[in-house]
Nanobody
């Protein structure tokens, strides 16, 4: 059974930084792709950043230039470095994973990021 465990959320002031981590285990298909999504109160879940099977990173326009997604394949861990945080980045951040050619089908429990002005 696939398990995705996020960590690293917290409260920061605008302009601050946080680094999220997502540790994956139990997956059997390869290549395995992972992504970060977020859901703000009263809003739908939206994609933030992902890494494709070829290692290419993709970002939502709202976070380009501020967030960096990376992965450590040896540790089966996905990271999200978030710099220059804004109050509108406040959300529950989720890690998703799945066989690259099937899409995301597993989710972590989420980690809360709160940015105050």
């Amino acid at each position: 059974q696939v398990q995705l465990v996020e960590s690293g959320g917290g409260s920061v002031q605008a302009g601050g930084s946080l680094r999220l981590s997502c540790a994956a285990s139990g997956y059997t298909k390869s290549p395995y792709c992972m992504a970060w999504l977020r859901q703000a109160p009263g809003k739908e879940r939206e994609g933030v950043a992902s890494i494709g099977s070829d290692g290419t990173a993709t970002y939502a326009d709202s976070v380009k230039g501020r967030f960096t997604v990376s992965q450590d394949n040896g540790k089966n861990t996905l990271y999200l470095q978030m710099n220059s945080l804004k109050p509108e980045d406040t959300a529950m951040y989720y890690c998703g994973g799945g066989y690259c050619y099937d899409g995301l089908d597993a989710w972590g429990q989420g980690t809360l990021v709160t940015v105050s002005s």
